[in-house]
């Protein structure tokens, strides 16, 4: 969010369960009309260089389930239609923040270090909802350590 978008997309996948969110905002943007197709030309040589090099997903190995079922804090799949409406309202008020934020919604499986980006895109945006983030975060880290 802080570098110009044809760098910005490389960094967004690094971790995707938080990047999905502005790389589909980017996709609309473009699909419009108001980005460029040189803006996705390091975006595409990045993937295919990934895909190339580490043959990713295809070298991936599967997790046992019962360790994703156990480390997974994703709401999926019932957070998914309010990740839809947050890239929809993310879109229609162009505001790549709110993509960003809504982000965790739309993955099958995240773990508690994967919210750091979206509490800290809803703590500068509003003091009060980060309070309430901030407050989530630590009921999440004391679920998690088996606390509450």
Not at 127 to 144: D, E, H, P, Q, T
Request: aromatic letters at 16%; hydrophobic letters at 55%; a positive charge.
């Amino acid at each position: 969010m802080l570098l110009p978008t044809t760098w910005g997309l490389i960094f967004v996948t690094v971790k995707p369960q938080s990047g999905m969110g502005p790389l589909l905002y980017h996709v609309v943007q473009f699909l419009r009309g108001k980005e460029s197709f040189r803006t996705w030309i390091p975006f595409g040589v990045v993937v295919i260089l990934a895909l190339v090099i580490y043959q990713y997903p295809f070298s991936m190995g599967k997790p046992p389930a019962d360790i994703v079922a156990s480390a997974s804090l994703a709401p999926f799949p019932w957070g998914v239609p309010f990740g839809i409406f947050g890239l929809w309202r993310a879109v229609k008020h162009d505001d790549a923040w709110l993509a960003y934020a809504v982000s965790p919604l739309l993955a099958p499986y995240f773990t508690l270090h994967t919210l750091i980006g979206p509490f800290v895109v809803i703590a500068t945006r509003n003091k009060r909802w980060g309070m309430v983030a901030w407050i989530f975060g630590w009921v999440l880290v004391s679920m998690v350590q088996g606390r509450i």
